[in-house]
């Protein structure tokens, strides 16, 4: 159990496009999800925390209008990169926390090129 | 506020020799928990282990171990007889849930280790 779906794998887009990246908890209801951007040779940043049914709640220096965050079901949230620049390649992923736990579970992570 | 710190950015070994990533934490709580996982170069985050700061019973898992002192705050993870397949990114991480803050989890730096043939 404790599966985290991530998708897609890897995305290559024109800049000024907007790309989605999804994340599903498979088989568990996920209360909160967590949006994590890793550059290359560092660490995981956290973006913003989501909540089934409430806005995101974003960190320090990250756009809320740039990255776009919707958690509209307990299975599903979704990242949107808008108006997407090269600057915002990165290697992003996602993890879940089970309704009433404290771990979190983490989906495969999308790597994301703007050309 | 918390904190995790992995001092050693990178680590070169041997293949067959010991190596110990070391993992110092903060955290103002009585609760938390602690993690370890491994980044291959593929990018997926694999979990190692999880300990609850009440349990500070020592782990082995085959070749790994982890050695948790709540008196120093921290939490090692020793690889016995290294091999080339645990050449990766090690994060040590750490969840608490201070000041209602979702159980967010504070990662470390990383240690990248490489382990040669």
């Known amino acids: 159990g404790a599966v985290v779906s991530q998708h897609p794998s890897w995305v290559i887009c024109k800049s000024g496009t907007s790309v989605k990246i999804e994340c599903r908890s498979l088989d568990f209801q996920a209360t909160t999800m967590f949006w994590y951007r890793q550059f290359p040779k560092q660490s995981l940043m956290l973006m913003a925390t989501s909540n089934e049914g409430s806005k995101a709640t974003y960190e320090q220096g990250v756009e809320k209008d740039k990255f776009l965050i919707n958690h509209a079901s307990l299975t599903l949230s979704t990242l949107t990169v808008t108006s997407a620049h090269p600057e915002d390649s990165s290697f992003y992923i996602c993890?879940?926390?089970?309704?009433?736990?404290?771990?979190?579970?983490f989906g495969q992570g999308t790597r994301l090129t703007v050309v | 506020a918390q904190k995790v710190t992995q001092a050693q950015t990178e680590i070169s070994v041997v293949e067959k020799e010991d190596v110990t990533l070391d993992c110092v934490y903060e955290t103002r709580d009585t609760t938390y928990y602690l993690f370890w996982y491994k980044q291959p170069p593929s990018g997926e985050l694999v979990f190692l282990i999880r300990r609850n700061s009440f349990d500070e019973q020592n782990e082995i898992s085959g070749r790994y171990s982890w050695n948790f002192q709540k008196s120093t705050s921290s939490f090692n993870f020793t690889i016995t007889a290294s091999q080339v397949v645990d050449s990766a990114v090690y994060f040590c991480?750490?969840?608490?849930?201070?000041?209602?803050?979702?159980?967010?989890?504070?990662f470390g730096k990383g240690t990248l280790l490489t382990v040669n043939p």
């Open positions: 991480a750490l969840i608490s849930n201070s000041g209602g803050s979702n159980y967010k989890l504070t």
């Open positions: 993890s879940a926390r089970r309704t009433g736990g404290a771990e979190a579970f």
